[in-house]
Structure formats: structure tokens, C-alpha cells
């Protein structure tokens, strides 16, 4: 079979879920080294320390992928924005879901240290 032939079929994938683990996430801090990208994400939760408010941000996960996935991860994520957006309304960054749509958004935290690997 010549190369050209192998292209217009598909690869079969088997999807391992055996490992994974879940856990809700309201910030992330995002950092690259050289080759990587970094992503820690957190619970941010209102505190109040001597009378003033705050928040304390407990980081849980971090994801490291190269670039290529950094970009696929992103296109993926901006697709699922414009149809959530389509059907439900603007998600306010700052705020949370229109309307009380399911799923609900909320804003997230960049910036901050470079995490050390």
C-alpha cells in the first residue's frame, strides 16, 4: 500500500481512563520553559485575614505539554467558547455563566511565579 492510500484511513485509539482523576479548577497560573508549557490549576477561595478579605488559591494539578498540544489545546477550547457563547450568551471572565447556564464559567488567574519543575 503506498503512503497516499494510508492517509484516508483510520487509526484506530484506545482511550485509557483507567488513571485519570477529576478535580474542579477556578484559576490557572500559566508559565513556559524553553520547550514546554506549564499549566497549575487551582481553587481560589475567599479568606479574611485580620479583618481583610483575600483569596487563597490552593493549586492541585499542574499540565505540562509542548507547543503543538499548547495549540491544539487552545483552538479546542476557544471552539467550545463560541458554541457555549452561541447558545447560552457572552461568558463574563470575571463573573460567571449567562443567565444561570449550566457549566457554569468562572474567572481564572494568570501571571504569578514560573512554577519550578
Known amino acids: 500500500m503506498a503512503d ?3 492517509q484516508g484511513q483510520q487509526v484506530p485509539v484506545d482511550f485509557d481512563e ?3 482523576h ?4 477556578n484559576t490557572v497560573r500559566t508559565a513556559n520553559v524553553g ?3 506549564l ?3 487551582g481553587l481560589g477561595l475567599p479568606v479574611q485575614n485580620q479583618g481583610r ?3 487563597r ?3 492541585g494539578s499542574r499540565v505540562i505539554m509542548n507547543w503543538a498540544g499548547a495549540k491544539n489545546l487552545a483552538m479546542s477550547l476557544g471552539n467550545m467558547i463560541r458554541q457555549y457563547e452561541e447558545r447560552f450568551g457572552e461568558i463574563n471572565p470575571q463573573g460567571g455563566a449567562p443567565g444561570g447556564a449550566p457549566g457554569g464559567a468562572s474567572g481564572g488567574q494568570q501571571g ?3 512554577p519550578q519543575l
Open 53 to 55: 478579605q483575600g483569596l
Open 57 to 59: 488559591i490552593q493549586f
Open 39 to 41: 499549566m497549575d490549576f
Open 18 to 20: 483507567s488513571k485519570m
Open 35 to 37: 520547550d514546554a508549557v
Open 4 to 6: 497516499g492510500e494510508q
Open 112 to 114: 504569578g511565579p514560573p
Open 22 to 25: 477529576s478535580a474542579y479548577a
